[in-house]
């Protein structure tokens, strides 16, 4: 695959050649959009959280694609714990405040699920904070959103793919309580993880959020799970 991020005075746009057939449905899935023979996904310098070094990025993204790419296909598998202990040392050095969405939050309670990318959710006033902590694994450049469930989003690498997500937005929870909406970041529970105390939204709200994308599986485990507490 070839990956090029071409600048504009106003956009930076990710362009991705040569995609093996493979892999389309998973760049669709991260919000690329297929034109042709190749993939793109733009961004708007206006909506930049900070200024990014987007050569950098191009090298890092690129680097890392294909990696990325098959353990979210479910050819290779995330150390997830290393990924996870990793982040949470480079949060804690900065003082950033965060907490864990997603399937880590699952796992980490010792749900049967296996991750193959990190939520992590914070706040616009943890942006500075964040810049520094953050700017040598920036995949994806944080940017502002105004119309979906977070105010904010950026993609780090770190042994694997790590989300970051910034504020949920109230509309976020309008279909049904989810384990990263609005009323999982004001209900927060905090549990100890290899001697780190890790806040998590309430377990019953990753239901939702797995009915919504079809994961019938996870569904099971987790009422399990909670039928045995």
């Given at each position: 695959m070839n990956v090029k991020i071409e600048e504009t005075t106003n956009h930076i746009e990710y362009v991705i050649k040569d995609v093996p057939s493979q892999y389309h449905d998973t760049l669709k899935h991260y919000f690329f959009t297929q034109n042709e023979d190749q993939f793109v996904k733009s961004y708007r310098k206006d909506t930049f959280m900070f200024p990014h070094?987007?050569?950098?990025?191009?090298?890092?993204?690129?680097?890392?694609?294909?990696?990325?790419?098959?353990?979210?296909?479910?050819?290779?598998?995330?150390?997830?714990?290393?990924?996870?202990?990793?982040?949470?040392?480079?949060?804690?050095?900065k003082n950033i405040k965060w907490w864990l969405a997603g399937s880590t939050a699952?796992?980490?309670?010792?749900?049967?699920?296996?991750?193959?990318?990190?939520?992590?959710?914070?706040?616009?006033?943890?942006?500075?904070?964040?810049?520094?902590?953050?700017?040598?694994?920036?995949?994806?450049?944080?940017?502002?959103?105004?119309?979906?469930?977070?105010?904010?989003?950026?993609?780090?690498?770190?042994?694997?793919?790590?989300?970051?997500?910034?504020?949920?937005?109230?509309?976020?929870?309008?279909?049904?309580?989810?384990?990263f909406g609005y009323y999982a970041s004001n209900n927060l529970e905090t549990i100890q993880w290899k001697g780190k105390q890790i806040k998590v939204p309430p377990v019953e709200l990753h239901i939702k959020s797995n009915e919504i994308r079809r994961r019938t599986e996870r569904v099971k485990l987790i009422k399990e799970y909670i039928e045995k507490r």
């Open positions: 070094n987007i050569s950098e990025i191009e090298s890092r993204f690129s680097k890392h694609l294909v990696e990325m790419l098959e353990i979210t296909n479910g050819n290779k598998s995330m150390d997830w714990e290393l990924s996870l202990s990793r982040t949470i040392e480079i949060l804690d050095e699952c796992a980490i309670r010792g749900i049967n699920i296996k991750p193959r990318d990190i939520d992590i959710m914070t706040y616009k006033s943890e942006i500075s904070k964040i810049k520094h902590a953050f700017k040598n694994y920036i995949i994806e450049p944080f940017h502002y959103i105004n119309d979906w469930v977070v105010s904010g989003f950026g993609v780090v690498f770190i042994e694997g793919r790590v989300d970051i997500a910034f504020d949920p937005v109230e509309s976020c929870d309008d279909n049904g309580r989810l384990d």
